[in-house]
């Protein structure tokens, strides 16, 4: 792993280079990160090797007193030649309230390939979204609620429609944290879909555990699932 880092700082600006690559047995990647922040201000962009990708970030603090714009622009692998696609990913918003937006922009065809915009409001006790995507078709709206001061116990409540096929669906759940080392959840669905999970850290590792049920068909067996991730 080869890393170099050159900084300037040229008071009110501040200009970043980094330059990173690595070789593992005959495959090589690299990237370029390029900073530059003024005021209020700060651009960021980043050139991959490895897809020849560039993702570009600008970030605009206190435009409205407490708020903070975000702005990622992902300009297509360059190297391919196949419909690329340029996403712009947009956000606004305060501790309390923020609004987003997600757009494809298909560089071939001039057409929007997706659009997705959302909502979030938090307070310390719970928090609620409503999210658009799926260039409008479907529309899904969340609740989070703590149920303890110590948010070891938590409600959701999901409920989404898909105009195209008229279809809603709607799920309840909750998750307890039993400790610091595990966390078990469950979730019904108005299908009839009864989930549940459980997650056990132990040291340098976590094992999900899950299953689900479906209680409109008591003939069929239920399903489950392992899974093991190390860390290393």
């Given amino acids: 792993c080869l890393e170099n880092y050159i900084l300037l700082c040229l008071p009110p600006k501040l200009i970043g280079l980094t330059s990173t690559a690595v070789k593992k047995g005959g495959l090589s990647t690299g990237e370029v990160a390029v900073s530059y922040s003024y005021k209020n201000t ?40 196949m419909n690329p696609i340029v996403d712009l990913i947009a956000t606004l918003g305060t501790p309390a309230i923020a609004f987003g937006v997600e757009n494809g ?18 307070k310390p006790e719970s928090c609620a979204s409503i999210v658009s995507g799926d260039k409008g078709d479907t529309i899904k709206a969340w609740y989070l609620h703590h149920l303890d001061q110590l948010k070891k116990s938590v409600a959701v409540a999901e409920i989404s429609r898909r105009f195209s096929t008229n279809e809603n669906t709607f799920t309840v759940g909750g998750l307890y944290v039993v400790d610091d080392l595990t966390v078990v959840g469950a979730k019904l669905s108005n299908h009839g879909k009864l989930g549940a999970v459980r997650h056990q850290v132990i040291p340098k590792s976590m094992v999900p555990v899950s299953s689900e049920f479906d209680t409109l068909a008591l003939d069929k067996c239920p399903r489950f699932g392992l899974t093991l991730a190390l860390k290393p």
């Fill in 42 to 81: 700060m651009v960021e962009s980043k050139l991959t090797q490895s897809r020849t990708t560039i993702f570009t970030t600008i970030t605009v603090a206190d435009i409205v007193p407490s708020t903070k714009v975000i702005t990622l622009i992902k300009l297509p692998d360059l190297s391919s030649h």
């Fill in 105 to 122: 922009y298909d560089t071939t065809s001039g057409n929007f390939a997706k659009y997705t915009a959302g909502v979030n409001v938090s």
